[in-house]
T-cell receptor, first 110, second 118 residues
């Protein structure tokens, strides 16, 4: 079982719609959760982090965390073509190491 | 936000040669730096954790004699790929943790180094 799992996609989203990305993790002791965006050939850039159960909103992005279900998600509202990228879920596990999922490719179609 | 630089951004070398990659935190001190490797269409895989002034901790399956890591100061860590072979061709990315490491600290990533071994 992988420590962090994501659907690889591609997730095709019409421009202006909501993109919903999911991530599950195996280590119940994990304390912090991150969403990164990675464009092809570039390094990851942080979009959001979340530590507490519930929702956290930042602009068009909303992260949701449910520790009981070991589930974290990212919603992208009003999707734009520039949002087309691979989105990486990362979890800092109980050993303090940041573990990455394989990433979900998002394609926003005009 | 904090800035991490990597040099070089791209390197092509012949098989059997060694390549050094530098990772610098430009506006903060990083007690801990991390080295990742990413193959095409795959996620980032942690290779090693580098702490200033001490030996690096390598992940399982990563050869410490092949991937030499030096973290000589609070702003610089280097990764040397010794006797590189074509299978070492990958995207190498470093990241840095500012100050005292805790579970809630954000890691800042460098822009990555594309290594191609012919």
């Amino acid at each position: 079982q992988k420590e962090v799992e994501q659907n690889s996609g591609p997730l095709s989203v019409p421009e202006g719609a909501i993109a919903s990305l999911n991530c599950t993790y195996s280590d119940r002791g994990s304390q912090s959760f991150f969403w990164y965006r990675q464009y092809s050939g570039k390094s990851p850039e942080l979009i959001m982090f979340i530590y507490s159960n519930g929702d956290k909103e930042d602009g068009r992005f909303t992260a949701q965390l449910n520790k009981a279900s070991q589930y974290v998600s990212l919603l992208i509202r009003d999707s734009q073509p520039s949002d087309s990228a691979t989105y990486l879920c990362a979890v800092r596990n109980s050993w303090g190491k940041l573990q990455f999922g394989a990433g979900t490719q998002v394609v926003v179609t005009p | 936000g904090a800035v991490v630089s990597q040099h070089p951004s791209r390197v092509i070398c012949k098989s059997g040669t060694s390549v050094k990659i530098e990772c610098r935190s430009l506006d903060f001190q990083a007690t801990t730096m991390f080295w990742y490797r990413q193959f095409p269409k795959q996620s980032l895989m942690l290779m090693a954790t580098s702490n200033e002034g001490s030996k690096a901790t390598y992940e399982q399956g990563v050869e410490k004699d092949k991937f030499l890591i030096n973290h000589a100061s609070l702003t610089l860590s280097t990764l040397t790929v010794t006797s590189a072979h074509p299978e070492d061709s990958s995207f190498y990315i470093c990241s840095a943790l500012p100050g005292t490491s805790s579970s809630y600290n954000e890691q800042f990533f460098g822009p990555g180094t594309r290594l191609t071994v012919l």
